[in-house]
């Protein structure tokens, strides 16, 4: 009883602070220059462009859109670079499809978007559940990949603190019933009607443990930056660990400074560090080539 009341006030809050941030989002939005429908064998993937110069994928997190994602973000990123976001399966304009997925799959469909738009190679950023799906970007992707950046996400379940996995463990389609995350949903989704099975969908998916491998990530050659609050859900502990595969967490006095980066800001959530955007992006300046 008591871990069902926990669960139910973790996603209570959750929910809460994602109607402010999607309220506030709501002001900053800009026109695509492009946007549509890829056609792949199985589904068809929503994206938009906007901007010219580099390019950089944006990859949403989980019952998230493009625009209560990166609304605030892409009018600042795509002032000097090209900025083709993509809402992932069943995501947003993205039809529901029961096509089984998992991150291999998503990464794949974010590689045959690139191919569609005729980009060889980009910097890739994913937020949440789209950091786990850029995390397998790199890896199955290396030569198609300029620079990762992870915001609040992990390669595996035990990247998240013991109470994330067990809210995950807890979850039911029925928290998300009339939440800000369901009325994004029903805004642009091509068929309203299919809510509850990309719910059930995406919760089998979250109650599934996944490791993505330490030597994998290991092997990415690309320069990351990792980027999250202090009080996120991550477990600090696997993110250090994390930095030291990427080649971090060294004594740069005593030598050359590693090419990936760790940023911790302090005094928020996994939520509301999304709210961050003049910070996040001041790290994503320094750091994009």
Known sequence: MNTRIKTNTIFKSLLYIIMMITVM???AQIKPSAQGLVHLKDIKVY?????????????HGAFMTISTNWSQLIPELSKNRKVIAIELQGHG?????????????????????????KIEHAAVLGYSFGGAVAYQ?????????????????????????????KA?????????ENSPMQQAYETVAPDKTKWTKFLEQMISLAQQPYDLGDANIAKISSPVLLIAGDNDGLDKIELVKTYQLLGGAVVG????????QLAIIPGQ???SLMSQTSVILGFLNSFLK
């Open 25 to 27: 989002q709501s002001y």
């Open 47 to 59: 994206y938009e462009v906007y901007g010219t110069g580099k390019p950089i994928v944006l990859l």
């Open 93 to 117: 304009h993205s039809p529901y499809s029961d096509r089984k997925f998992d991150h291999a799959i998503l990464a794949t469909d974010v590689a045959k978007v690139m191919d569609y738009l």
């Open 137 to 165: 970007f790199a890896i199955q992707y290396p030569k198609r990949l300029d620079e990762l950046v992870i915001i609040s996400a992990t390669y595996k379940s035990k990247g998240w603190m013991p109470e994330i996995n």
């Open 168 to 176: 995950f463990q807890n979850m039911k389609p029925a928290l998300f």
């Open 253 to 260: 006095d005593f030598g050359q400074m590693p090419k990936s």
């Open 269 to 271: 959530g996994h939520v």
